[in-house]
T-cell receptor, first 114, second 116 residues
Framework: AQKVTQAQTEISVVEKEDVTLDCVYE???????LFWYKQPPSGELVFLIR??????QNEISGRYSWNFQKSTSSFNFTITASQVVDSAVYFC???????????FGTGTSLTVIP | DTGVSQDPRHKITKRGQNVTFRCDPI?????LYWYRQTLGQGPEFLTY????????KSRLLSDRFSAERPKGSFSTLEIQRTEQGDSAMYLC??????????????FGEGSRLTVL
């Protein structure tokens, strides 16, 4: 079974605080891809990052960083020095190599308060 | 703008009517997906095309739903005899698949359906 769990439904932080969004996944596939998407109030899902299951290196891109740990089946996303423009719903997604579906979590709604 | 475009953006219809949504993917993308998203949920997979071939359909896709992608370009999603439970945002996404990896999805802005 393929499943993505985002246990945090809503998070509020004050601007400039750091925030981590959790993602836990389940799959029996040995090769798979993990993604994060951002859905701002306008509604369009925006691709942020992709990782494959063989690459556990953490990645940093500006204020964003991702921590992929196969041992705990987690792919967490951290925003440092949050800004109001970061307010959105963030989705974690899994795509196993054996199929063409993407399995999305239920999303975490982030509100950054000025 | 050469992103994924969807039309119409909003559709209000009465129960029992048929509706059709159109999606124009990014031109060089060979894969096209339809997803459905309801409030507070993540997108749920409906169906997927590689070029003009519909290769996968979700069990969520009842017989009232049909999708086509003639000539491997734009796609249409038709819902016949709409029900109130069909009210949702219908998302189209495209990707450039290479080998077994389908590529990251690029989404359109969605078509919001309200069934009265």
């Amino acid at each position: 079974a393929q499943k993505v769990t985002q246990a945090q439904t809503e998070i509020s932080v004050v601007e400039k605080e750091d925030v981590t969004l959790d993602c836990v996944y389940e799959t029996r596939d040995t090769t798979y891809y993990l993604f994060w998407y951002k859905q701002p109030p306008s509604g369009e899902l925006v691709f942020l990052i992709r990782r494959n299951s063989f690459d556990e290196q953490n990645e940093i891109s500006g204020r964003y960083s991702w921590n992929f740990q196969k041992s705990t089946s987690s792919f967490n996303f951290t925003i440092t020095a949050s800004q109001v423009v970061d307010s959105a719903v963030y989705f974690c997604a899994l795509s196993p190599n054996t199929g063409n579906q993407f399995y999305f979590g239920t999303g975490t709604s982030l509100t950054v308060i000025p | 703008d050469t992103g994924v475009s969807q039309d119409p953006r909003h559709k209000i219809t009465k129960r029992g009517q048929n509706v059709t949504f159109r999606c124009d993917p990014i031109s060089e993308h060979n894969r096209l997906y339809w997803y459905r998203q309801t409030l507070g949920q993540g997108p749920e997979f409906l169906t997927y095309f590689q070029n003009e071939a519909q290769l996968e359909k979700s069990r969520l896709l009842s017989d009232r739903f049909s999708a086509e992608r003639p000539k491997g370009s734009f796609s249409t999603l038709e819902i016949q005899r709409t029900e109130q439970g069909d009210s949702a945002m219908y998302l189209c996404a495209s990707s450039l698949g290479r080998g077994s990896f389908g590529g990251e999805l690029f989404f359109g802005e969605g078509s919001r359906l309200t069934v009265l």
